[in-house]
């Protein structure tokens, strides 16, 4: 595994007084741990065990949920998958959600000594599902951003053309200008950091996303009505948090069937939010996650939006 630069935390301090908020007291350290698919890099927000897990989505990498995690002033692991960030390159067997839950509970486990709440989003939602199956005792709850087993192509749309843009860049400005084309409501700053913290530079001088170092893409097929069943069946509480913009990959289908598949649990909708929740909307996302951690697990299931 390639080792992350010494300075990729350098931003955390402008996040924080851009928010408000107090520097993080907790450590935050990046770590490589075995699995049998190659090493999984981390970023481990305190010494205790996590209370807190995160899969970033297509594309991203562990530093998406950084604003969240200062948020949450809380033990936690932000996982870089397979094939994006500093992680090792995504296997040819990685070819579905199941295999890569093994590795991530390969990998996970000597951190995991109590349950903690394991949030997903996009594909990491869908993975995040796959692992709440394969480990359901290391779980108090599943929250899932802006994603269902209901997602397809179409409704990624605006995603997959953005992931499947040039091959590599001129310049590191060049990559900005994409990713302003692509996130309209994005600030300029925050993107420039988010550009900064997932592209590095090739030998021949040209830049790249961290994604497309690798020739194997993570891109896993699963069956949509299997995923539902998984879902379904899951013995833990489970939210969905929503966008309700256009670009949300969660539509009116996907709440139903949500509703239908988890009677008794929480649906929220996050005013003016679109796919990328934790960028576009921490606040909530955090306040949130906040509620159902696991100290306030047994206070009474919170009502949310079931439609």
Known sequence: ??????????????????????????????RAL??????????????????????????QNA????????????????????GHGWSDAATDAMTSLETIADVLSDGLEPLLTSPAVLVGMSLGGLCAIALAQRQPTWWSHLVLLDITPGARSEKARG?????????SFDSHEDMVARA?????????????????????QREDGKWVWHHQVHTSRLRPQFDAAQLWSTLHDLPLPVSLLHGTRSDSMVDSDDRRAFAEERPTDVVVAIEGAGHALQSESPEAVASYLDSVRPSAALREHPEGENA
């Open 1 to 30: 595994m390639v080792s992350a630069p010494s300075d990729e935390f350098r931003f955390l301090s402008t996040l924080a007084v851009e928010r408000g908020l107090r520097p993080s007291v907790l450590p935050v350290e990046r």
């Open 180 to 200: 302003l084309a692509h996130n309209p409501t994005r600030s300029r700053e925050s993107l420039e950091r988010g550009v900064a913290l997932n592209a590095r």
């Open 34 to 59: 075995a699995t049998r698919g190659g090493d999984l890099s981390v970023l481990q927000w305190g010494e205790a065990a996590p209370t807190f897990v995160f899969l970033h989505g297509l594309g």
């Open 63 to 82: 530093h998406t949920f950084d604003t969240v995690a200062l948020m949450l002033a809380a033990p936690l692991v932000s996982v870089d998958l397979p």
């Open 159 to 167: 995603v997959l053309d953005f992931l499947d843009g040039p091959d």
